[in-house]
């Protein structure tokens, strides 16, 4: 079956212009995630949504990210305003939900702010 | 504040020695860990997990221990394979809370042939 797959896998942009980051995770899984890698750096929690629940928001790191997700399925991060220590490889994941612990990661957007 | 951390930032180690991938954590809470292996432009791969209630989980020729008292896990790869080259991240969570997993910074293994 399909992974999660994530769009566009490689993304340049100009300093101050806003970005979206789409996530499309595995069929019927409830639990989606948001990380970013920035370079040397580990897996830095963003968000998190797990079916009609509030969101956990807690990782964002200003009011210029924000994240979406409809229907339950597709999720997308937004960065407004980018700055370029937004630079960072942005990686979703999915799991089946609560009593499932195990997360199936995309490949990654790598967002490159100039 | 770093809850969950890989002191090592690389290892290298002979094909068919064991490999030993370290982690430490700081929060009491977290009951549940994980180890997850990523390749250069890939997403992270699930390896293997252990719940608080065990001190050891075997797969194959993985092995994870957990060292509660000590707030201490560690990845055992053997014998050490040139596929099996790439970063490790241990991450944690508190199956009490959100699910929300914390990684650590990683640990580059390199398996000499």
């Known amino acids: 079956g399909a992974g999660v797959s994530q769009s566009p896998s490689n993304k340049v942009t100009e300093k101050g212009k806003d970005v979206e980051l789409r996530c499309d995770p595995i069929s019927g899984h409830t639990a989606l995630y948001w990380y970013r890698q920035s370079l040397g750096q580990g897996l830095e929690f963003l968000i998190y949504?797990?079916?009609?629940?509030?969101?956990?928001k807690s990782g964002l790191p200003s009011d210029r990210f924000s994240a979406e997700r409809t229907g339950g399925s597709v999720s997308t991060l937004t960065i407004q305003r980018t700055q370029q220590e937004d630079s960072a490889v942005y990686l979703c994941a999915s799991s089946l939900g609560y009593g499932s612990y195990e997360q199936y990661f995309g490949p990654g957007t790598r967002l490159t702010v100039t | 504040d770093q809850q969950v951390k890989q002191n090592s930032p690389s290892l290298s180690v002979q094909e068919g020695r064991i490999s030993i991938l370290n982690c430490d954590y700081t929060?009491?809470?977290?009951?549940?860990f994980l180890w997850y292996k990523k390749y250069p432009a890939e997403g992270p791969t699930f390896l293997i997990s252990?719940?608080?209630?065990?001190d050891k989980n075997e797969d194959g020729r993985f092995t994870v221990f957990l060292n509660k008292s000590a707030k201490h896990l560690s990845l055992h790869i053997v014998p050490s394979q040139p596929g099996d080259s790439a970063v490790y991240f241990c991450a944690a969570s508190s199956t009490s809370g959100t699910y929300k997993y914390i990684f650590g910074t990683g640990t580059r293994l390199k398996v000499l042939a």
């Open positions: 252990i719940s608080s209630i065990k």
């Open positions: 929060n009491s809470m977290f009951d549940y």
């Open positions: 949504f797990q079916g009609n629940s509030a969101p956990d």
